[in-house]
Nanobody, 118 residues
C-alpha cells in the first residue's frame, strides 16, 4: 500500500525558511518521479517542484531560485527546502508522484500546512 507522509510545515515569517520531508513506502521509491504540490486557500492545487528518478529537477517560475527539491533513495524520502518565503507561499503542501506536466494524481495524503506571516 502506497504511503506518503509529509512533515515539517509550520508558521514562519516572510523571508524565512522551512524544510519539508516526505517519507514514502509501499512502492519502489528509487524509480519514481516525485513532486511537491501546494494548495493555497481558495486556489487550485499546483505543482511547485518535481524530481525524476535520475535527480533532474524542475520548478515553476513562482518558486524557482527559492525552493529546492531533493531526494534520498536510501531513506525513501523526498525533501523540499523553501527559502525566502513569501506570504503567497502559504498553503497545504503535499508530496506525490509526478506524472507529467498538467497531470495530477487522484489520491492525496493529508499534507503539511505552511503559513508565512508578513
Amino acid at each position: 500500500q502506497v504511503q506518503l507522509v509529509e512533515s515539517g510545515g509550520g508558521l514562519v515569517q516572510a523571508g524565512g525558511s522551512l524544510r519539508l520531508s516526505c517519507a514514502a513506502s509501499g512502492f519502489t521509491f528509487s524509480i519514481a518521479a516525485m513532486g511537491w504540490y501546494r494548495q493555497a486557500p481558495g486556489k487550485q492545487r499546483e505543482l511547485v517542484a518535481s524530481i525524476t528518478s535520475a535527480g533532474r529537477t524542475n520548478y515553476p517560475s513562482s518558486v524557482k531560485g527559492r525552493f529546492t527539491i531533493s531526494r534520498d533513495n536510501a531513506k525513501n524520502t523526498v525533501y523540499l527546502q523553501m527559502d525566502s518565503l513569501k506570504s503567497d507561499d502559504t498553503g497545504v503542501y503535499y508530496c506525490n508522484f509526478y506524472l507529467g506536466a498538467g497531470v495530477y494524481p487522484k489520491t492525496w495524503g493529508q499534507g503539511t500546512q505552511v503559513t508565512v506571516s508578513s
